[in-house]
């Protein structure tokens, strides 16, 4: 079975240019995460949805970034402009059930992250 | 407030048990995980506890105390795949989300 997938997995821009990072969740998963992780901050929760429905996005860092979740089986997090300081990786992960989940720890399945360095 | 504190790097020997203490505090609790990284790569779900108590999977368990804020990770029989961070993360019974720690790298040696 596949797990979650992100790409691209690497990605070098320069200032000021839009960047698109994208996540297919695992089948059947209703809960998606955009997490930001550098050494400074260690995990960051950007966003998360339950059924596609952004729930919470507190933790997306200015405007600049923005999160879409069109349909079941795919997310879009884009940065527009990237700024050096958004240099960090991006994992996307899904769970298998959102708030109040009885009998499933709700654990995180993470993909493989996209590493972003802004120039 | 929400804080998870855990030593940010640890070392150990191959083949020796270590234990990776974690405490916290959130507004509400319901449950806590632990979670393998290997530099590099994605964070991978190792255990969870929401009930006082250890609970072993094969080299590894985790203890959970509520009342005192305190979790730990024991890993046994320590090999050099075991070199990773380990992170631990709480989840906010108000709002379901987890709370990360920094994580804690160890380091195994030969």
């Known amino acids: 079975d596949a797990g979650v997938i992100q790409s691209p997995r690497h990605e070098v821009t320069e200032m000021g240019q839009e960047v698109t990072l994208r996540c297919k969740p695992i089948s059947g998963h209703n809960s998606l995460f955009w997490y930001r992780q550098t050494m400074m901050r260690g995990l960051e929760l950007l966003i998360y949805?339950?059924?596609?429905?952004?729930?919470?996005d507190s933790g997306m860092p200015e405007d600049r970034f923005s999160a879409k979740m069109p349909n079941a089986s795919f997310s879009t997090l884009k940065i527009q402009p990237s700024e050096p300081r958004d240099s960090a990786v991006y994992f996307c992960?899904?769970?298998?059930?959102?708030?109040?989940?009885?009998?499933?720890?709700?654990?995180?399945?993470f993909g493989e992250g996209s590493r972003l360095t802004v120039l | 407030g929400q804080n998870i504190d855990q030593p940010t790097e640890m070392t150990a020997t191959e083949g020796a048990i270590v234990q990776i203490n974690c405490t916290y505090q959130t507004s509400g609790f319901n449950g806590l995980f632990w979670y393998q990284q290997h530099a590099g790569e994605a964070p991978t779900f190792l255990s969870y506890n929401v009930l006082d108590g250890l609970e072993e999977k094969g080299r590894f368990s985790s203890f959970l105390s509520r009342s005192k804020g305190y979790s730990y990770l024991l890993l046994k029989e320590l090999q050099m795949k075991d070199s990773a961070s380990y992170l631990c993360?709480?989840?906010?019974?108000?709002?379901?989300?987890?709370?990360w720690g920094a994580g804690t790298k160890l380091i195994i040696k030969p």
């Open positions: 993360a709480v989840r906010d019974a108000s709002n379901y989300q987890l709370i």
């Open positions: 992960a899904s769970s298998p059930s959102g708030r109040g989940a009885v009998g499933n720890t709700g654990e995180l399945f």
């Open positions: 949805f339950n059924n596609n429905v952004p729930i919470d």
